[in-house]
């Protein structure tokens, strides 16, 4: 099945940096979203971008699907951004599973 | 609108007893998913529906069982439950093939298995 790799695994940043977070993925894809795992473990959407870029707020998306790989960027770091970030993936011509990688876990120091 | 809702919230079982997860969603989705989820290991897909009356499997469905009766509910059940099986368990529902549709989760359901 398709793999999807995330990095860093960690990252630790000071309040108000930029980051940037990383999802390759090994088949072409018709399905990549990112997550967010917050503290008290709620899975959020936050973005559903098989290709392309979307901005919503601090945070924006971009998916090369060619190139098979994903970037979500946080900028102006908030300490409210911190948890665990997951992109997942459905292959093209997969069935109904969206794989997971095993998530970014960002931390924001005030 | 409550979206998904996932009960119980947490449980404590012994080793061989069952019991059974309930995730209720009201935004007429077609799809639903149970995964779980352990520490460094993302989320897995346990079974999921396509519809009502469906089921399949996912990617680690032994010692689960599902149902799916009503289109609004999706059962996870374990028959006889073992300490591999403590974990947080995750119910997702989309309208729309996760091909095309955006994934959205309940608040978890945290099982310990002793």
């Known amino acids: 099945g398709i793999q999807v790799e995330q990095s860093p695994p960690d990252l630790i940043l000071q309040e108000g940096a930029n980051s940037t977070l990383r999802c390759n993925f090994s088949?072409?894809?018709?399905?990549l979203q990112w997550f967010h795992q917050n503290p008290w473990g709620q899975l959020i959407n936050l973005f559903y971008i098989p290709s392309g870029t979307k901005q919503n707020g601090r945070l924006s998306a971009t998916t090369v699907a060619t190139e098979r790989y994903s970037l979500l960027y946080i900028s102006s770091s908030q300490t409210t951004d911190s948890g665990v970030y997951f992109c997942a993936a459905s292959p093209n011509f997969g069935n109904e599973k969206l794989t997971f990688g095993t998530g970014t876990r960002l931390t924001i120091i005030p | 609108n409550a979206g998904v809702t996932q009960t119980p919230k947490f449980r404590v079982l012994k080793t061989g007893q069952s019991m059974t997860l309930l995730c209720a969603q009201d935004m007429n989705h077609e799809y639903m998913y149970w995964y779980r989820q352990d520490p460094g290991m993302g989320l897995r897909l346990i079974h999921y529906s396509v519809g009502e009356g469906t089921t399949a499997k996912g990617e680690v469905p032994d010692g689960y069982n599902v149902s799916r009766l009503k289109k609004q509910n999706f059962l996870l059940g374990l028959e006889s439950a073992a300490p591999s099986q403590t974990s947080v368990y995750f119910c997702?529902?989309?309208?729309?093939?996760?091909?095309?549709?955006?994934?959205?989760f309940g608040e978890g359901s945290r099982l310990t298995v002793l």
């Open positions: 088949d072409s894809v018709n399905n």
């Open positions: 997702a529902s989309t309208l729309l093939p996760t091909s095309a549709g955006e994934l959205f």
